[in-house]
């Protein structure tokens, strides 16, 4: 049985995946309202990324038969500074949760919970490749400045974002 530090901790991260899919939906309205189309597509579909997030760990609870305990998600903000802005932020969440990720981790090999363990593994590979992704991103927006031209480049290219299949699918 699993400890209830664990469990507990899981049960969190379950929130902090949903409070990411709740933030990046606010980002995308945002973007959506700003006639910034191609970034909105891409938030959206980030947004998405981070339900799949929290429905892979509460089908990962269950199957390890502990209990999920959802939690009031916090409200988004809705204003933002500017279309880079948002994306900066989303940096600053990626990074938030990595360092969430990387305590679980830590709690999981700590409480000898090995299958916590090699299921967060997913999760660390995950975030590496989520920060690096909105790295990039910040530091194009840096480069582009306020160049109408290049902006509208931009929300083009994050406009060609397609969906990528659902990690780990149905329990
Ligand atoms: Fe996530
Ligand atoms: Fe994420």
Not at 83 to 102: G, H, M, R, T
Request: aromatic share 8%; net charge negative; charged share 25%.
């Amino acid at each position: 049985m699993l400890s209830d530090k664990v469990q507990a901790a899981l049960n969190e991260q379950i929130n902090m995946e949903l409070t990411s899919w709740y933030n990046y939906l606010a980002m995308s309205a945002f973007c959506e309202h700003r006639n910034f189309r191609g970034c909105a597509q891409w938030l959206r579909m980030q947004s998405d990324e981070e339900l799949g997030h929290a429905m892979k760990l509460y089908n990962f609870m269950q199957v390890r038969h502990c209990p999920v305990v959802l939690s009031a998600i916090a409200s988004p903000v809705t204003q933002y500074e500017s279309i880079p802005a948002v994306f900066k932020l989303a940096l600053a969440q990626e990074e938030k949760v990595s360092a969430s990720i990387n305590a679980l981790y830590e709690l999981a090999l700590n409480e000898k919970a090995f299958a916590e363990v090699v299921e967060l593994q997913w999760f660390i590979s995950e975030q590496v490749e989520e920060e690096r992704t909105a790295r990039a991103i910040v530091a194009k927006f840096e480069l582009i400045k306020d160049d109408p031209s290049a902006l509208l480049d931009m929300d083009r290219e994050l406009g060609e974002r397609r969906p990528e299949p659902e990690p780990g699918g149905a329990a």
